[in-house]
Structures are given as structure tokens and as C-alpha cells.
């Protein structure tokens, strides 16, 4: 079955980096493109961006635009988020999930981020 | 920019009886490629979101045909015929025939 697991929670100070992993299982990874969407407390769904696994194009959402890169590594099927310069409102629930041309269909579990002084 | 618009924010439903959700976009979904770009998820407590509808009206894997979607061009709507206590979460359009985005989101409870 299709499984995506992430890595867990994070607490970081302002200005700081972090970076999620998204392990993927159950299907070819290079077959399928990667969202990432995250979700602040209490609100909606925000996307921040998509890679393909197959060429490792990129499109990110354009306010993260110059803070966010989405990279994979085939050999072990695993996708990354790296978001820097991080202020307090990136605080989130962080997902990976699974497209297929355009159709977002299984999601991780989530990462909390937490940005804190 | 394309914006989703979804009514009404919240519902509270009695178990057993229908529910509908109504989903708009600002521009049209419909692709030159003749495929209409339109989802719906249910993020239950706690949980990621999960995948319904994909394509206006398919339901995905493992979906009980309870749920149905509809609609075309900009107005959408999803529909559940008779609605369980384990339908309780927050409903999302979402479209993706330009760079994805999301409706608001419905919170459904049980009366």
C-alpha cells in the first residue's frame, strides 16, 4: 500500500532553516511528483510546491518563492522540504503528498514545525 | 490567481440525513484537454486530508458511494446521501488546473 512517512517535529528559532523528509513506500517513486502542503493552527490548506520525482522539476508557490527548495533522492525514494529564513507565522503542520499529474491522492502523516523565539 | 469559494463554513447534519457543500472557482476548471480539475478532501480530526473526489464526480479508491461529486465550469458540489458520525471533519475543494489552491474548507459536525 501507498505509505509516505515523514520525519518528525521540529522546533527552530527565527531565521533558522529546516528541512523535512517524506519517505515514500508501495508505489515507483520516479513514476509520481511530490506536493508540499502545509497547514497553520487552527487554519486551511496552503500549497508550497511540487517536484517530480522522475526529473526533479520544481514549481513553487510564489510567496515562498527564494525561501523553499523541494529536492528528491531516487535511491532511497525519499523527498525533502527545506524552508529558510523562517519566521514566526511558518509555524505549521507540514504534508508530502503524492501527485499524479494533477490529482493529489495519498498524504503523510504531517510535521509540525514550530518557530520560536 | 484563481480563488475557491465554498458554502456554507460549517453544517451541522443529523445522522442518516443528506448534506451538500457547494464549491465555486473564479475561473472556469475546465481544461482544453476536456479534463476538469476539481477535488474534494476530508481532513478528519487530527488526521491529513483525505482524498474523495477527483475529476468533479470520481470517487477515489475506498470512498463509500455515499459521497458524490458534481458540477462543471466554476460550480461544484459535493454530496452526501446519508451522513455517519465518521463523516465529521472539514471539507476542501481544491483545484489544480493552474498552480493548486484550496477552498476555505467546511466544518462538518453531528447534531
Known amino acids: 500500500q501507498v505509505q509516505l512517512v515523514q520525519s518528525g517535529a521540529e522546533v527552530k528559532k527565527p531565521g533558522a532553516s529546516v528541512k523535512v523528509s517524506c519517505k515514500a513506500s508501495?508505489?515507483?517513486?520516479?513514476?509520481?511528483?511530490i506536493s508540499w502542503v502545509r497547514q497553520a493552527p487552527g487554519q486551511g490548506l496552503e500549497w508550497m510546491g511540487w517536484i517530480s520525482a522522475y526529473n526533479g522539476n520544481t514549481n513553487y508557490a510564489q510567496k515562498l518563492q527564494g525561501r523553499v527548495t523541494m529536492t528528491t533522492d531516487t535511491s532511497t525514494s525519499t523527498a525533502y522540504m527545506e524552508l529558510r529564513s523562517l519566521r514566526s507565522d511558518d509555524t505549521a503542520v507540514y504534508y508530502c503528498?503524492?501527485?499524479?499529474?494533477?490529482?493529489?491522492?495519498?498524504w503523510g502523516q504531517g510535521t509540525l514545525v514550530t518557530v520560536s523565539s | 490567481d484563481i480563488v475557491m469559494t465554498q458554502t456554507p463554513l460549517s453544517l451541522s447534519v443529523t445522522p442518516g440525513q443528506p448534506a451538500s457543500i457547494s464549491c465555486k472557482s473564479s475561473q472556469s476548471l475546465l481544461h482544453s484537454d476536456g479534463k476538469t480539475y476539481l477535488y474534494w478532501y476530508l481532513q478528519k480530526p487530527g488526521q491529513p486530508p483525505q482524498l474523495l473526489i477527483y475529476?468533479?464526480?470520481n470517487r477515489f479508491s475506498g470512498v463509500p458511494d455515499r459521497f458524490s461529486g458534481s458540477g462543471s465550469g466554476t460550480d461544484f458540489t459535493l454530496k452526501i446521501s446519508r451522513v455517519e458520525a465518521e463523516d465529521v471533519g472539514v471539507y476542501y475543494c481544491?483545484?489544480?488546473?493552474?498552480?493548486?489552491?484550496f477552498g476555505p474548507g467546511t466544518k462538518v459536525d453531528i447534531k
Open positions: 508501495g508505489y515507483t517513486f520516479t513514476s509520481y511528483g
Open positions: 503528498a503524492r501527485v499524479r499529474r494533477r490529482a493529489i491522492d495519498y
Open positions: 481544491m483545484q489544480s488546473i493552474q498552480l493548486p489552491g
Open positions: 475529476e468533479v464526480s
